[in-house]
């Protein structure tokens, strides 16, 4: 392969194509050139067809729980007057916004922002207020939250002229004019990488999954931060290649037997990921199934469907929508079980799942056990109350599987 | 009869009113009316009232959550919660509909629970635009309340003409300008017009056809005009946050001889500060007037600063002492956006205070300790 002309495994690609993308935003800065940050699902087509860098406070956020300075930087923001209980990952942007330092995770502050709220709404106030602190200007998509399963032909005007808008900002912000062709370029790129992206994570539906369901959360972070770019597209393909070996040789990246399935619903614990797959582990749970896939599956055609396609974030979609993806996922992936994160960091997230938990369990017949956790602030998780909830949870799957296999006899 | 004694039968009716949602509903349907409960925020009533039907505002109510906790974790504004609360307790049965707008974090996941929880009751979403002032966002706006009217059509079983709408408009605006001269004469006359009557007058209007309150409004507006100027000696402040209708909260500022002067709250006067624009199409208008909006924790501020410093002028144009923030629990715009807005007050040296509260909180011995501190700051710089 001549991208790949060492042989390298598709996850040490991705973490380098990870790691160049933070490197091109140091290197834009050094050269004088603006920088911007964005959030996860602002259309990344458009900053990457007009070449300009992009750094992403989500995936800084993760990684900088991930490697234990979230709460140091999540008090950080609480000094400044943002309340403990606002999203995790905000406070810990905010922080690194206002200075505080960070060396987990450095990144080159911005010259402009991209903010597209259909993640959440906290997106907006959180990027005005960054911008507030850094005086650079911002860049708002607004994506209205939708109560049904289709996208409206207003919705979709309306995106696309905010789309207009945002186009003809970063055009004086980089000194580039828009090039379509280049666009189209950037499009089949995002297009490929999505489609070898939802390969790659089909291959949860084997048994065993030649994977362990945390590798996406890692893998999530390329998506994230280069879905634009064709590297990605080829990792991902490789990566896809790699599951489709591994199924043949019944091999997997999990490191125990897979014993029961399960869907784990919601962003992980990134300070608590050791915590979060000890009794995982100790039980040979395996995680099969996360929203993420489909939520980064970006695939269109054109121009309207790019914009239906980013009206398709978790917390931007009605809930029939929401618990269609799910158990999409779940009946594709088998699974026994759906491990729910009350994640104290997303309310849109975490206020859908009472109902969504009651929806599993008539539509699916599986358990259903929730837990109480963030994304970022480690204050907001207890590792006993974790651990007796999976455990709970093994045994309601362990009492199906005997009646099952009582059933099969 | 003296002014003072008119003014205090009147606001004693307010009172009643404000007090008693559940008796007012009851009046209208048993009149023959239909009434739609309007969620916060930013719900365009006069699209409700030219249908010929009564809009009823549903804030949250003052109790506890116990039916809603199927729905939401406990970190969660307690509005939205006892919002479903009350529709889960039966409290809505006589409601014709629901207009729930999704403008917030909690009011996203709210719609979806409310509609899985409710699906009696005729459910009307609205979506509003952040980006509103651009002509596509306008669009948006007008595509939106068009789905609205359509709804609340097919609910009243009769059309909204042109007429209609234009006419409730004007009543619209004409209760907004009245809203907007009381809060003005209440922080003239706080010897006549406690916080607890200023919140009755204000609350009231949602649970009131907007004539009759205007009408009554008018009266009271008339009567304090007639007042002498008043020699206050207490401390003039301006109330900011979602609500500012909690009676126990609102005694503490009276017992400190506190006076709302002014108010940045969504229930009060971010609810009636802009007017709906002449125009020759009202769906128009009314996708106008949201344009306008502006300062406001729950709209995007493309330039970004804005809402600090309405804050600061308003204080100062109204001779504020000193800010009360009434910091919602778990709500998101409001705290995401405080830090900006305690730096603007403290740049500017106007004191202020936050205070936690939400609509289960029982035990006010912090707020009442926090406010006779602040009271007590306020009168030592003067």
Same mark, same amino acid.
């Given at each position: ?140 998509? *607004? ?9 409206? =032909? ?9 789309? !207009? ?76 290649? =790699? ?112 109902? %969504? ?25 207890? =590792? ?12 309601? %799957? ?12 | ?61 003052? @109790? ?17 919660? /006892? ?44 979506? #509003? ?59 003239? #006359? ?22 009759? #309150?205007?009408?009554?409004?008018? !009266? ?30 609102? !005694? ?5 001889? /506190? ?21 020759? *199409? ?11 909006? +502006?300062? *406001? ?24 002492? @000193?800010?009360?923030?009434? /910091?919602?629990?778990?709500? +998101? ?24 509260? *939400? ?6 011995? !912090? ?16």
């Amino acid at each position: 392969m001549s991208e790949n002309p060492e042989k390298k495994e598709a996850k040490v690609l991705l973490r380098e194509i990870v790691d160049r993308v933070y490197q091109s935003a140091w290197d834009a800065k050094n050269r004088g050139e603006p920088v911007g940050w964005s959030s996860s699902k602002f259309p990344a087509e458009i900053a990457e067809a007009l070449g300009l860098a992009v750094c992403y406070p989500e995936n800084q956020a993760a990684a900088i729980s991930a490697k234990h300075g979230g709460q140091r930087m999540c008090e950080y923001a609480e000094s400044l007057g943002f309340a403990n209980d606002i999203c995790g990952y905000a406070r810990i942007s905010l922080a690194y916004a206002a200075g505080a330092e960070c060396e987990e995770k450095p990144m080159p502050q911005p010259d402009f922002l991209l903010c597209c709220n259909n993640i959440c709404n906290c997106m907006t106030k959180w990027y005005e207020n960054i911008a507030r602190m850094r005086g650079v200007p911002l860049i708002m998509i *607004d994506v209205p939250y939708n109560n049904t399963t289709e996208v409206s =032909e207003e919705t979709v005007a309306y995106l696309k002229g905010q789309f !207009q808008d945002a186009i003809r900002q970063l055009e004086k912000i980089s000194g580039r004019k828009w090039d379509e062709k280049r666009f189209e370029e950037v499009c089949q790129n995002s297009n490929r990488t999505a489609k070898a992206w939802l390969k790659a994570c089909s291959y949860c539906q084997y048994s065993p999954s030649p994977l362990s369901g945390f590798d996406l959360f890692n893998h999530m972070a390329d998506v994230v931060t280069a879905r634009s770019k064709p590297e990605t597209a080829a990792a991902f393909e490789l990566l896809a290649q =790699e599951y489709e070996q591994a199924v043949k040789n019944g091999t997997s990246t999990l490191p125990y037997e897979e014993k029961y399935r399960i869907m784990f619903e919601g962003i992980p614990c990134w300070p608590e990921l050791r915590a979060l797959f000890k009794p995982l582990k100790a039980k040979g749970i395996n995680t099969t199934a996360v929203v993420y896939a489909p939520a980064f599956g970006f695939v269109y055609n054109n121009l309207d469907e790019m914009m239906r396609a980013y009206c398709k974030a978790p917390n931007s979609v009605c809930i029939e929508t929401g618990v269609d993806w799910r158990e999409g996922i779940c009946r594709e992936n088998n699974v026994d079980g759906v491990l729910v994160h009350y994640n104290r960091s997303c309310k849109p997230w975490s206020g859908y799942m009472p109902e %969504m938990e009651r929806r599993f369990r008539k539509d699916l017949g599986v358990p259903v056990v929730g837990f109480d956790g963030d994304q970022a602030d480690p204050r907001n998780f207890s =590792e006993a109350q974790y651990a007796t909830r999976v455990e709970g949870l093994f045994e309601l %799957m362990e009492a199906n599987k005997l009646e099952a296999n009582r059933g099969g006899k | 009869m003296s002014a003072i004694g008119a003014i205090g039968e009147l606001l004693s009716q307010f009172d009643v009113i404000a007090a008693n949602p559940k008796a007012q509903l009851e009046k209208y349907v048993a009149g023959g009316k239909k009434a739609i409960g309007c969620f916060p925020y930013y719900v365009p009533e006069e699209l409700v009232k030219a249908a010929d039907m009564v809009p009823f505002g549903i804030w949250g109510a003052e @109790g506890t959550i116990n039916a809603a906790k199927e729905y939401f974790a406990p970190f969660y504004c307690t509005i939205a919660q /006892m919002g479903l609360e009350l529709a889960l307790n039966g409290k809505l049965n006589k409601l014709s509909g629901v207009i729930l707008p999704s403008m917030c974090d909690t009011l996203r996941p709210l719609t979806q629970n409310f509609r899985a929880a409710i699906p009696q009751l005729p459910f009307i979403f609205l979506a #509003h635009p952040q980006n509103r002032r651009a002509p596509y966002g306008v669009e948006y706006t007008k595509s939106q309340y068009a789905n609205v009217k359509k709804s609340l059509e097919a609910i009243a079983g009769k059309a909204i003409t042109d007429g209609d709408l234009k006419d409730s408009i004007r009543v619209y605006n004409e209760s907004r300008a009245a809203r907007r001269k009381f809060v003005k004469l209440a922080g003239q #006359h706080p010897e006549a017009v406690s916080p607890m009557h200023r919140s009755a007058v204000l609350k009231s209007a949602y649970f009131m056809d907007k004539a009759d #309150h205007t009408a009554l409004l008018t !009266q009271l507006n008339a009567q304090l005009e007639t007042l002498p100027k008043s020699d206050w000696k207490g401390s003039r402040i301006l109330l900011s946050g979602i609500l500012a209708d909690s009676r126990n909260l609102l !005694q503490i500022l009276a017992d400190n001889n /506190m006076v709302v002067v002014a108010d940045d709250v969504a229930q009060q006067s971010r609810a009636f500060r802009l007017d709906v624009p002449e125009a020759d *199409d009202p769906m128009t208008a009314l996708a106008l007037q949201f344009a306008g909006q +502006d300062y *406001d924790v729950l709209l995007y501020d493309p330039e970004l600063n804005k809402r600090p410093e309405y804050i600061v002028n308003l204080a100062r144009e109204n001779g504020a002492e @000193g800010v009360v923030i009434l /910091m919602m629990q778990f709500c +998101d715009p409001e705290e995401m956006e405080y830090p900006s807005l305690k730096q603007a007050l403290d740049k500017a040296d106007i004191p202020s205070v936050s205070i936690g509260f *939400d609509q289960q909180m029982r035990d006010f011995g !912090q707020a009442r300790t926090q406010l006779q501190a602040f009271a007590d700051v306020l009168s030592a710089k003067r």
